[in-house]
T-cell receptor, first 115, second 109 residues
Framework: GDSVTQTEGPVTLSEEAFLTINCTYTATGYPSLFWYVQYPGEGLQLLLKATKADDKGSNKGFEATYRKETTSFHLEKGSVQVSDSAVYFC??????????????FGKGTLLTVNP | DTGVSQNPRHKITKRGQNVTFRCDPISEHNRLYWYRQTLGQGPEFLTYFQNEAQLEKSRLLSDRFSAERPKGSFSTLEIQRTEQGDSAMYLCASSLSLTFGSGTRLTVV
């Protein structure tokens, strides 16, 4: 079945450091790829997504590029802030009936940014 | 509607009791999903509805769990005879942008 593997946390960075959280996937066909963020005590928020190979998703300074040849969707940010501290989840969805279907998530990566 | 609403936010119950959670999805979104998230893990798919029809159930959904979506609007997830292993965050998601609610955190004592 489909699966997602991401950087095992926790990841601790200083403010303004460069962030990379790795994500690789195993899936048949052409899934859509997502990054979600979860702040303490809250639900999941969609951060960015990409629906086909070579697409780049971006939001709030975060970026990820859908690389089919390496089955990867690494999350990057050039300069992190304390407010970026959260758990980040990589996920994939197989399209069905013209829209996204159920999500398969990685285990999540806890990011802590220190001032 | 501006988002997915879940109630209650928190529920503490004694082992063996029944609990019911509610999800109000974004209006006009015909697909609704339930996920379960345990501590330190990513959410796991439980079940989903297309309008009022429950089209798929995960093997995680034991016979103590039942979900409904009458009239294709809000959905309820009921757990009967709760066990400590049911303690988790239960998340509801609406289709299209796969927007999640804030979840219901269940603690079984």
């Amino acid at each position: 079945g489909d699966s997602v593997t991401q950087t095992e946390g926790p990841v601790t960075l200083s403010e303004e450091a460069f962030l990379t959280i790795n994500c690789t996937y195993t899936a048949t066909g052409y899934p859509s790829l997502f990054w979600y963020v979860q702040y303490p005590g809250e639900g999941l928020q969609l951060l960015l997504k990409a629906t086909k190979a070579d697409d780049k998703g971006s939001n709030k300074g975060f970026e990820a590029t859908y690389r089919k040849e390496t089955t990867s969707f690494h999350l990057e940010k050039g300069s992190v802030q304390v407010s970026d501290s959260a758990v980040y989840f990589c996920a994939l969805s197989q399209p069905r009936g013209g829209s996204n279907y159920k999500l398969t998530f990685g285990k999540g990566t806890l990011l802590t940014v220190n001032p | 509607d501006t988002g997915v609403s879940q109630n209650p936010r928190h529920k503490i119950t004694k082992r063996g009791q029944n609990v019911t959670f509610r999800c109000d999805p974004i209006s006009e979104h015909n697909r609704l999903y339930w996920y379960r998230q345990t501590l330190g893990q990513g959410p796991e798919f439980l079940t989903y509805f297309q309008n009022e029809a429950q089209l798929e159930k995960s093997r995680l959904l034991s016979d103590r769990f039942s979900a409904e979506r009458p009239k294709g609007s809000f959905s309820t997830l009921e757990i009967q005879r709760t066990e400590q292993g049911d303690s988790a965050m239960y998340l509801c998601a609406s289709s299209l942008s796969l927007t999640f609610g804030s979840g219901t955190r269940l603690t079984v004592v």
